[in-house]
């Protein structure tokens, strides 16, 4: 158990708490498996985790040797951002202010893999500031909405234009809040609970926000009446193409919504970025190297389904397998954008113990081949780590600020899947 030091707590009641913890007898904590201990130590408040041993591929001098060691560094195939509509999508570097070229620390070109991890690919940073709140507008504006299926569907008859174009009208015209125009309606047949949890970590998936798969909640009585500026605290995901089914975890062949054009190209220049890419480790197994390429190439890459995870800074999401795609040879891609995240990739079964790395604004992340079997999930969110150009008022867009103030509390992953 993770030793405690009282002087560390401010409080009289953060002091107590912590006491109180470490007086519990070891078997509270008996080991469950490796990932799920990972998840127990980023996830605990009192006593803050322990962060030594997480990856941080901006700082890797700081990281241990036997973490260094597992990991290599390589060129992607393609420049991110290079010319032409991929320089539209990650942003023109020419446009960065002087203090802002900082922000794209890879260099575009630069990635990272892990010798024990065949299959997952990190690329650091490669969107400009502006590239990034083009992506974070979309999934709050135009993706969390009609026809795309989100989890407050369940719940609330939303606005056809999308509770965020309901939200930001309220905002830029200074209307009250609270007239009754604006609370959101319940749908007479459907009531859920009062909170967000669904269940509990000792039944199995999730103690807080939402898990995955995501089970329809279910039903109660409490469902509370809120304000747009409120619900939009309360979106957790939406979904893009194929639309998705929870409880079946499966996808709704039938309900095929058109998939969005910029996220497309976006994913198709990262599939090209990551064609080839390979390691040869000097591991001998019956006198044959031991060797991962990636070679998914951009003419077989369709992306059919895309998921838009909306975390406010007190969720998680625990351990899973992304399974329910036919093809699971097609990597997943997947975005981080906003505060950084805690992100554990361990192996095919829980008893592998997973790395931790940090996610932060813009880097991608990648399972492809043999990783795309394996448990991943987010065990925290870290407070404190939302880039000053994605703040509202940082600079003249006026228009983000409200874009700005949801950021505040929030990151958004988008992650895109071929589904056949
Ligand atoms: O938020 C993330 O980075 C991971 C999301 C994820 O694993 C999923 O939606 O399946
Ligand atoms: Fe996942």
Redesign the pocket.
Known sequence: MISTNLEQYKSKRQQKLAQKQSQLKPSTYTTQTPFRDAERNFKSRLPPPDFSNVIDFYNLDQCNDELKNRIIKIELKVELGENGESENLFGDYKELKEEEKDFIKGGRRTAYLFKDLPGFIFIPNPFTPKAQKHIIKRCLRDFAKYPNKGNLDTHYLLPKEGLWNLHENIVNNDLNENHPQYFIPLKASVIGPTNDSFLNEEQGEQCSSFS?PRPEPPPSSGVPILTSSQLIKKIR?TTLGYQYHWPTKTYHLDKRLSFPKDIELLTTFVIKSIYGVKFITSEKKENEEKYFINDYDHKKWKPEAG?V?Y?QLKDN?MA?V?KSEINMEAP?I?F?FGHT?I?LIGGSTRDIAPIALY?RSGDI?IMCGPCRANF???PRILEGTLPKYLEPYYDNDSEWNTYGDYMSSA?I?V?VRQVF
Do not use: I
């Open positions: 995955q995901w998921v995870n975390y999401l899973h992304d997943l997947s981080s995240c992100f996610l992340s991943h999930g987010v990151r992953n992650n």
